[in-house]
């Protein structure tokens, strides 16, 4: 595959993450179709919930489940899914300590929300990145049937390890966005991912990315 001027990808390497002990924290919409694609990619993943329904869910779906402090303990990478009002009482009360015991860690958001406005700030010892996918999770596993990708947004907050934006790549790949026909991923910053949400009110952003990948 190819990318054009270093601002859209349509592939990663899945090898960077296949070791890793991915664990996907929220277990709503994104979290299960983000779990599901990630684990018939062939990725070692688990989830974290509280216990509630979803857990029981990702329980009947076959996932391990954890409560979220354990999930973060035992995992390599993380996914924050959770809904923007609520990532930062959890991040900060179930898995800033885990983190912070990590030689080396990588958390990602699905969303530059919290970053950008300094609700959440992660240890600079981790990566932290962000994909973040520009459609709904039933639009997504609706593509995934047909083997299609969809577009997603990557940025990189901290890159301690070098490989930040590859990581950022291989799970834009390994939660289906590329590496398929129709999928791009735009390399962007949470800062914009943030405005871009705020625009979404007045502007629809596949669209946009569309018309972007067309000029």
Known sequence: MTQKEGIFFFDGDLDLIREKRIAVIGYGNQGRVQAMILRENGLNVIVGNIKD?????????????????????????ALLLLPD??????????????????????????????????????????????VAPRMFAWGILDLHKQKKGYPVLLGVAQDVSGK????????????????????????????????????????????????????
């Open 53 to 77: 329904e979803y857990w029981e869910r990702a329980v009947e779906d076959g996932f391990q489940v954890y409560d979220i402090e354990e999930a973060t303990r035992l995992a390599d990478m």
């Open 85 to 130: 009002e609520v990532a930062p009482e959890v991040y900060h009360e179930k898995m800033e300590s885990e983190i912070k015991k990590k030689a080396h860690f990588i958390l990602d958001f699905a969303s530059g929300y919290n970053i950008a406005y300094g609700l959440i700030t992660p240890p600079q010892n981790i990566d932290v990145i962000m």
């Open 164 to 215: 930040a934006w590859e990581y950022a790549k291989a799970l834009a790949k390994g939660i289906g966005a590329i590496g398929r026909p129709g999928g791009v991923a735009l390399k962007s910053s949470f800062d914009e991912e943030t405005l871009l949400d705020l625009l979404s009110e007045h502007v629809h952003i596949p669209l946009l990315i569309a018309a972007m990948i067309a000029s």
